[in-house]
């Protein structure tokens, strides 16, 4: 690479970043020298309150690992102290130690936790005694280190992950009651982009929003999006599992924090970096309908004087799972109160083994019938002539499901790793760090037999019937019996994602008041390659006809015979048929697509001055960020983009302020604490191509919007916290629906032109095709909820509840749909319609329009509660769930409200889940009931309703002392619960609301030991 292609990647929005975090270095003063003498009256209390309390006076991040502060009274403080000090008399004599994470957070630990060399896991049952506020004070949804927050935001632990049994990143992201996820591993088969599961991918969809209105973060920093998708949304298969902390999940608009595309929420993946040692993890899975998995994990860390580095990495096996199994034996659901959606005789696109045969017209796809001749008895294998026996009689319907593969979703291989390292200089006041994270996985997909549609000429040593004066012979014939001899391979995907991301960065404490400075440059890249295996046509037309390419007959072994049964059909006829769609033997980097991702963040936080609540504290930062996507090598991308390389680059200005109204100082009845969080944050988005029109010359364009965002947290007392939180956000259009390629003209659209009338009835040329004139769509999300911790008599209750209100204005949506519900409005869009000189209709493009509005309301809820019993153990009980009051869809003003909740297209009025857990000694036992809502289903005549779905899972988990092994073992749908009947047209079951494996039992080793 040339310098000055190296030179193209620092943009000057970039460069100005670079020297401001430069000139930030040199601003540095020692954290460990501080002097800061705070001003302390902590009563006698509880530990965790108590820290809390410190950490509110003090700025400092103080995080509870799970089993610290259990049970655990301190005597109180009360005068002047530097924060160690009060730190360490807060913690004497209590079983506790602390140490210092990162530049502003510190861990407080169980002293044995803390001694064990090899970092084992605490106890799962603690995880609650986090008070509220020390929990919410490092998660996502602000840059401000220590500010009263009104956002809801939940945090779902390692711990709590291991004993739900979940092994996957989606396994993770499934189990929120909040995610529909229309992209996933089961969803294979019921995807319009080509067995999406065959390509790796697997994404987060919050509320049902879209994939790409939910923004998901890896420790904070924005992750590459899927290359094969290009629409914004992020595949996390490509996230290292082995490496995860906790996912924090923010579930509310988030742009005035992290910018466009947070509209339904952040989802923030926190990698491990705290624990010294080694740890070794086996798991295997084994399904009730196949799918078996196999991981194998490895963790290592280290510290030194001022540093540590943390690797994990990663390796699992997937198999696919078995439709039989799995209880698709057959398309045929009339027995179900189903449709029979087996191809019938007379269908256009009917086929079968024995071949469907007649006199007509092939057109590739199907064949137009004009004098049917049938078929042969189902018996009968083509070898004995074939004309005497045709017969409409002999056709049956053909039942794809019952001849296709037995394989519904994919196999897989991944391998993935996490690396970070942290140094301090300057007597721990600089802290320089750098990640790395990969993932490469392979898949494929197996899709069965193919067929072939098509005329039969006479030279077919098979085909011993008359020629048609006017018409073709042809034949409509499966492979299915060659398939399923072993004859023929399978028609089948086959595809890797590569994902890289690097980061370096610093963290530095400035040398006014408590201000730090945090600097990170990120580049992310997503490597795509994929091949569809598929029948060679040209071959096959060779071995159809019975003769080669130079006219010379073939030997009678190389002909197909298109008439039979498949049982005659010589193995030297299908031999090498199926082959790779798009050569292997190409370019080297034929069938690849890209995604790359530049990102340059500085952020300062600190406070200003000092109001009686507390310190007013604010962030400040800018991002420059530039994404790619590159399909040029991507043959089959000429049919999406016009643009071969979209790319846009971003630029943003953000800060956030908290001002605590009432705090300690002017405490009153009735207003425990009261802080108010306002940001904004300037979005800036400039994108390159052709917003002239398809072919003409590349412009720049620039998208622009400040999204506001309020908070409000009010502690009537210290029990109670009731929040509110207002924002807007918006996302800029995709380079997709900007410059979609054109396709058309089709001529089935009947207008009438308003400006001609007298024209009557037309069928213009109608393309669908790019809009380079849409705007960005508009949110705006109210929340407004309470969280209830009570102590006394109901001491270790937990109680959260958050109502949702979001409207969307610019939404957008289809050109298409527009057109035949309000052609009037259809007309009145800018180059919608195009007229020639003289005013008539010459085209009409059928593009994405910024019409359409969508209302949601919805309601999280979250009840847990934690006691102990001498006896038996220490229980928790709880459940978390969402109720979907209203996502609705209005095309065009005007149009009639499309209801998608309770639909297949929407989530499901009810989703959450109970559990119970308990935990004495090295024991843990946790019993989970998940629950999804009945919903109407895809069949509207008669109107169908699919059931609700109960499953329960059950894990157990086993330390054995001190000796660094632990054990889990259990199975999720432990009962191998039936799935509810979905009258769709592929499988009978929804795969965004089931996992199609069934039941499915786990074992987990794990051993930590030192490595020092």
Do not use: C
Not at 138 to 151: H, K, Q
Request: aromatic letters at 12%; a negative charge; hydrophobic letters at 35%.
């Amino acid at each position: 690479m040339t310098m000055k292609n190296r030179l193209q990647y620092l943009t000057p929005s970039a460069l100005t970043i670079l020297l401001l975090a430069v000139l930030t270095v040199g601003a540095v003063r020692a954290w460990a020298q501080s002097e800061e003498v705070l001003t302390l009256d902590i009563e006698p209390q509880n530990a965790g309150s108590a820290l809390m309390t410190l950490a509110q006076s003090s700025g400092v991040h103080i995080m509870l690992e799970e089993g610290a502060g259990a049970r655990v009274d301190v005597e109180g403080l009360k005068g002047e102290y530097r924060f160690e000090d009060a730190l360490a008399a807060l913690l004497t004599d209590t079983g506790l130690k602390y140490q210092h994470a990162s530049e502003n957070m510190v861990v407080v630990q169980v002293l044995e936790q803390a001694a064990q060399p090899n970092g084992a896991e605490p106890a799962p049952a603690d995880e609650d005694e986090e008070p509220l506020e020390l929990a919410q004070q490092t998660v996502t949804g602000s840059r401000l280190r220590d500010t009263l927050s009104g956002a809801p935001v939940f945090v779902l632990t390692r711990e709590e992950i291991n004993l739900r049994g979940l092994g996957s990143v989606e396994d993770v992201i499934r189990s929120l009651p909040q995610n529909f996820s229309e992209v996933n591993a089961g969803a294979a088969r019921d995807n319009s982009i080509n067995s999406v599961d065959a390509m790796g991918q697997s994404m987060v969809n919050l509320r049902g929003f879209g994939e790409q209105s939910t923004l998901v973060l890896v420790n904070g920093r924005r992750w590459p999006q899927a290359s094969s998708f290009g629409n914004g949304a992020v595949n996390i298969n490509g996230l290292p599992f082995s490496a995860i902390e906790r996912v924090e999940v923010l579930t509310d608009g988030a742009s005035a924090i992290y910018g466009a595309d947070a509209q339904a929420g952040v989802v923030n993946f926190i990698l491990r970096d705290d624990y010294q040692g080694g740890e070794t993890m086996l798991r295997y899975d084994m399904a009730a309908n196949e799918g078996d998995v196999r991981r194998i994990e490895q963790n290592l860390s280290t510290n030194w004087d001022g540093g540590r580095a943390t690797l994990s990495l990663s390796y699992s096996e997937n198999e696919a799972i078995d439709n039989y199994k799995a209880g698709y034996t057959t398309s045929d659901y009339s027995s179900r109160g189903g449709r029979d959606n087996r191809l019938q005789p007379g269908g256009i696109f009917y086929y079968g083994q024995p071949g469907v045969v007649g006199y007509g017209i092939p057109l590739g796809f199907y064949n137009i019938l004009i004098a049917p001749l049938g078929a042969l008895p189902q018996g009968d294998d083509g070898t004995s002539g074939v004309f005497s026996k045709l017969s409409p009689a002999n056709l049956v319907p053909w039942d794809s499901a019952a001849m296709g593969t037995s394989e519904n979703t994919s196999h897989s291989e991944r391998t993935s790793g996490h690396l970070t390292v942290t140094q301090e200089f300057l007597d721990g006041s600089l802290e320089l760090f750098g990640e790395f994270t990969f993932d490469f996985s392979d898949s494929w997909a197996h899709r069965g037999a193919e067929r072939y549609l098509g005329a039969v000429p006479s030279t077919n040593p098979y085909n011993d019937i008359p020629p048609h004066p006017f018409f073709q012979t042809v034949v409509a014939y499966s492979f299915a019996a060659e398939y399923a001899a072993g004859l023929m391979d399978p028609v089948s995907n086959d595809s890797d994602q590569n994902n890289r991301r690097v980061t370096l960065g610093f963290r530095a404490e400035l040398p006014f008041r408590d201000w730090i400075a945090d600097f990170s440059a990120s580049r992310g890249k997503e490597e795509s390659w994929y091949l569809y295996y598929n029948i060679d046509s040209d071959l096959l037309a060779e071995r159809i006809a019975g003769v080669d390419s130079a006219g010379n007959p073939l030997p009678i072994e190389q002909v197909i015979n298109p008439f039979g049964n498949g049982t005659g059909q010589s193995p030297a006829a299908v031999e090498g048929l199926v082959k790779p769609l798009i050569g292997i033997d190409g370019p080297a980097n034929a069938n690849w697509n890209f995604s790359r991702q530049d990102d340059y963040n500085l952020t300062t936080d600190g406070s200003l001055f000092k109001l009686p609540g507390g310190d007013v504290r604010i962030a400040l930062g800018v991002e420059n960020r530039t994404e790619t996507l590159d399909y040029s090598a991507d043959q089959s991308r000429s049919t999406i983009f016009s643009v071969t390389d979209p790319e846009r680059e971003i630029f943003s200005y953000f800060g956030e302020v908290g001002i605590p109204l009432i705090g300690d100082d002017n405490r009153m009845a009735g207003v425990h604490s009261l802080g108010m969080k306002m940001a904004l944050r300037s979005d800036e988005y400039s994108f390159s191509g052709p917003f002239g029109g398809p072919g003409s010359p590349y412009t720049e364009k620039k998208f622009d919007r400040v999204s506001p965002k309020v908070e409000l947290a009010w502690y009537p007392v210290s029990e109670l916290k009731v929040r509110a939180s207002w924002g807007e956000s918006f996302v800029p259009p995709q380079s997709s629906r900007l410059f979609g390629v054109e396709n058309g003209p089709f001529n089935w659209l009947a207008l009438v032109d308003p400006e001609n009338p007298q024209l009557g009835l037309q069928f213009p040329n109608a393309y669908f095709t790019g809009n380079p004139d849409l705007d960005p769509e508009i949110s705006e999300t109210l929340a407004v909820g309470f969280d209830w911790a009570p102590g006394g008599m109901l001491e270790g209750l937990s109680v959260k509840i958050t109502w949702f209100d979001t409207e969307f204005a610019d939404k957008f949506g289809s050109g298409f749909t527009l057109a035949f519900d309000n052609p009037e409005l259809f007309f009145q869009i800018p180059n919608a319609v195009i007229r020639d000189a003289q005013g008539n209709i010459a085209r009409v493009n059928l593009f994405t329009v910024n019409l359409a509005q969508r209302f949601s309301e919805y309601l999280d809820a979250s009840v847990r509660y934690r006691f102990d019993t001498d006896q038996w153990g220490e229980f928790t009980v709880g459940a978390d769930a969402t109720f979907n009051a209203k996502l609705q869809d209005i095309a065009a003003p005007g149009a009639d409200p499309n209801n998608l909740h309770g639909t297949p297209a929407g989530p499901e009025r009810w989703k959450g889940y109970g559990y119970i857990n308990w935990a004495q000694g090295n024991a843990t036992l946790n019993l989970t009931g998940n629950y999804s809502s009945s919903y109407a289903g895809a069949r509207f005549s008669p109107q169908e309703r699919v059931e609700n779905y109960l499953t329960f899972d059950l894990t157990g988990s086993y330390e054995f002392g001190d000796s660094g092994w632990k054990v889990y073992a259990g199975a999720r749908n432990i009962t191998n619960k039936e799935f509810p009947f979905f009258d769709g047209f592929s499988a009978p079951w929804d795969p965004r609301r089931v996992d199609p494996k069934g039941r499915i039992i786990h074992l987990e080793i794990r051993k930590t030991y030192d490595i020092f």
